[in-house]
């Protein structure tokens, strides 16, 4: 009893020593520099906010209902980062961002009950700005919260509709957007990797109305989407020369 009381003893106080001992910490000046960049990979769900109008009750040769189909879709950004405050910083991240969603109708034509999946897909210029909140470093890595506004152009709304692909609605190309989000920043030995979820509510209603029934269905038809982003982080500029 006496020899497993001391190895349990001593592997206490190693425990304890090795529980002090300092971690080397990862980009030490990266928080202090004045800005930096990196460039983000992310992948996002896009649904829509139905309402309905009051004017298409179910009856004779009508929609009577619509769902929305999601699918994952991807998007790459560029980070430009620049620090307002110790722990306040502004950020800019134009990009690119591919999705689709399904508008499933459920109508009635001819006395029938009929079905139709309408394809919407879209390609967005995407031009967001957030303020971002960083809390105090923990090692090598810190949360962080995040809130700002956004524009997006959707390069796929105004393409030509094959004959095939009939009836379809288009969008509105030009939407914006209020967006807010989480995540954590980490310090690697040559660049910060941060996990970022946020997610983006469209201010416009969308729908570009064509006197039938699936577009006038809608009363409202306003976007939403759920972003995760993957950023990579490092280049630095220490000054800002503000004239030669």
């Not at 105004?158 to 954590?184: H, T």
């Not at 946020?198 to 939403?224: C, I, M």
């Amino acid at each position: 009893m006496k020899k497993i009381s001391l190895i349990i003893l001593i592997s206490i106080i190693g425990l304890n020593l090795g529980a002090q001992k300092a971690i080397p910490m990862n980009l030490p000046k990266l928080d202090n520099q004045v800005a930096h960049f990196g460039y983000s990979l992310g992948l996002n769900t896009m649904d829509f906010t139905i309402r309905p109008s009051d004017v298409f009750l179910p009856g004779f040769d009508t929609v009577y209902a619509v769902e929305v189909g999601k699918f994952i879709g991807f998007n790459i950004n560029m980070i430009s980062n620049l620090r307002l405050a110790e722990y306040i910083d502004v950020r800019f991240l134009p990009g690119l961002m591919f999705g689709q969603r399904n508008l499933k109708y459920k109508y009635i034509k001819n006395g029938e009950y009929r079905l139709h999946n309408m394809m919407i897909e879209s390609t967005f210029l995407d031009f967001p700005v957030y303020l971002k909140y960083r809390a105090a470093r923990i090692n090598n890595w810190r949360p962080f919260v995040l809130a700002g506004a956004d524009c997006r152009i959707d390069l796929a709304s105004q393409r030509k509709i094959n004959p095939d692909e009939r009836p379809k609605i288009r969008l509105k190309p030009v939407d914006a957007y209020y967006e807010v989000g989480l995540g954590a920043d980490f310090f690697l030995e040559y660049f910060m990797f941060g996990i970022e979820l946020k997610s983006s509510w469209g201010l416009f209603n969308v729908v570009a109305y064509d006197d039938s029934q699936f577009s006038e269905y809608f009363r409202k038809l306003n976007s939403h989407m759920y972003v995760l982003s993957f950023h990579f982080e490092g280049g630095k500029i220490d000054k800002i020369k503000w004239w030669n």
